[in-house]
């Protein structure tokens, strides 16, 4: 189990996770989730 809270301050939205709880290989993983959610702008 991991515990997470998500934080909402302004425009932004964070995720904060225990550092312990989570191998640092997971929590690269979810960030490359997380990342991968945001849009990509269009070929100039």
Known sequence: MIGAKVV???RYVMFQ???VAAPRELF???LSLIDDLRPRPAPA
């Open 8 to 10: 909402s301050h302004g």
């Open 17 to 19: 996770l225990a550092e």
């Open 28 to 30: 690269r993983k979810i």
